[in-house]
């Protein structure tokens, strides 16, 4: 049975939306008169901080040139908050965004939810055969697209040439390597080789496939985190720490790797081209060719890492539809992915976009591009976005020390069969 509400519910809610939610109470969506679009589309970005919010804000202002008597409201939601704060919004009725940036996984639920409005024979959706497979694959539900790739990514080994060099180290192509190199690492420079985040379970997925194994398989309805190759993978990163080659935390990750790497304390962190801009920030990297970027470790069984990237998509109860697909089409048409791609390092989504030469050119594309087209897809479930919760939850407590391996696989396996009704 379909989840979420109703569709009499829906009706009511988006009946509600028109005078509540959405745009500004300003807005009047756009001109039927003249064809001129017109009103406030107001966009929930969920880029990072600092760094990426200020390039898309400024890409967003050049739509605004293109159709003056649209006002696009701006908004940075933080990403860890992004995804409740909208299914909060879109079920009340009340405060939910034009347009948001969706994470791959939320897709799926946003739209089994009726939260999002289809794309297909709309002006938000251009060339759709332009959009590479494994990008165009997350915005599709139910046989409908409910959002457009706005860019796509995967998960690298960052690592820090100067400590290298002096290390007199190569990099690691696998987990064995790892610890080896870490080790001198550490005897060398008195440094940590990796610092391992915590405090986020993406970051557990690179070992999880490493050693063969996955989340679920959506083909048979299985759970399968909790399989013998998942309790080895906990295994692994749990090694990794107690054995000094990685230091790691419980909360505050994403700050701690970032610092820590920037700074020259740690000689690798796993991270994706979406960290790029704010690394070259740090001391260590203010000649950015200090940074290296290589494929995460391979395991036992298998070297990969998982597909990730962005979404945009439109609210089923926005109050201005057409200046909102307008808008989803501006941003990512192929001109603004190569303006993204030269001032954040971010893949693009279309073909036609590497074409471009501030695409061609880019090195960090040319690594990225081959790790995403290798890299494994998640099962496109509504509940995807909700596996993470409760294998954060073991993930932490397993590097941290606080339960073992075995029985954070069984606890993560034992949620979600709980979470997926009727699955083995």
């Given at each position: ?24 109470d300003k807005s009047d969506g756009s001109s039927k ?160 080789g990796l610092y391992l985040r915590g405090d986020d ?224």
């Amino acid at each position: 049975m379909r989840r979420g509400i109703t569709a009499t519910a829906l009706v009511a809610a988006l009946a509600f939306a028109a005078t509540a939610c959405g745009s500004d109470d300003k807005s009047d969506g756009s001109s039927k008169s003249s064809g001129e679009l017109s009103g406030t589309v107001t966009w929930w970005d969920t880029s990072t901080a600092g760094s990426e919010d200020k390039v898309f804000k400024k890409i967003a202002e050049g739509f605004e040139k293109e159709h003056p008597k649209v006002d696009v409201k701006y908004v940075n939601v933080p990403f860890g908050e992004a995804q409740n704060k909208f299914k909060n919004a879109a079920q009340s009725g009340s405060g939910a965004p034009d347009v948001i940036r969706s994470e791959v996984a939320w897709t799926p639920e946003f739209a089994d939810l009726g939260y999002l409005a289809p794309l297909d024979g709309t002006p938000a959706l251009q060339k759709a055969d332009d959009f590479l497979k494994q990008a165009a694959a997350s915005t599709k539900y139910n046989g409908k697209t409910y959002a457009v790739p706005q860019v796509i990514d995967s998960m690298g080994i960052f690592y820090n040439k100067k400590i290298f060099k002096e290390a007199g180290v190569e990099v690691p192509t696998t987990v064995a390597e790892l610890k080896t190199v870490s080790k001198k690492i550490k005897d060398k420079t008195g440094k940590t080789g990796l610092y391992l985040r915590g405090d986020d379970a993406y970051w557990f997925l690179s070992f999880l496939y490493g050693e063969g194994g996955d989340l679920v398989d959506a083909s048979t309805k299985s759970v399968t985190v909790d399989n013998p190759e998942g309790v080895k993978a906990m295994k692994v990163v749990k090694d990794l720490v107690d054995s000094g080659a990685a230091k790691t935390d419980a909360t505050d990750g994403w700050e701690n790797m970032q610092s820590s790497f920037k700074d020259g304390k740690v000689a690798m962190m796993i991270n994706g081209p979406w960290a790029v801009a704010d690394t070259y920030a740090g001391k260590e990297f203010q000649d950015k060719a200090n940074l290296g970027v290589a494929p995460v470790p391979a395991g036992s069984t298998a070297q990969g890492a998982p597909q990730g990237g962005h979404n945009l998509a439109v609210y089923a109860g926005s109050k201005n539809l057409e200046a909102s697909y307008a808008f989803v089409d501006y941003m990512t048409s192929t001109k603004t992915q190569a303006q993204v791609t030269k001032e954040l390092n971010l893949l693009p989504t279309r073909t036609s976009a590497y074409s471009e030469e501030a695409v061609v050119d880019n090195e960090i594309v040319s690594f990225f591009q081959p790790v995403v087209e290798t890299a494994v897809e998640r099962p496109w479930i509504p509940e995807t976005g909700s596996l993470f919760a409760p294998l954060v939850t073991e993930y932490t407590k397993v590097l941290t020390g606080q339960t073992t391996p075995e029985k954070a696989a069984k606890a993560t396996g034992d949620s979600y069969r709980k979470l997926l009704k009727g699955w083995k």
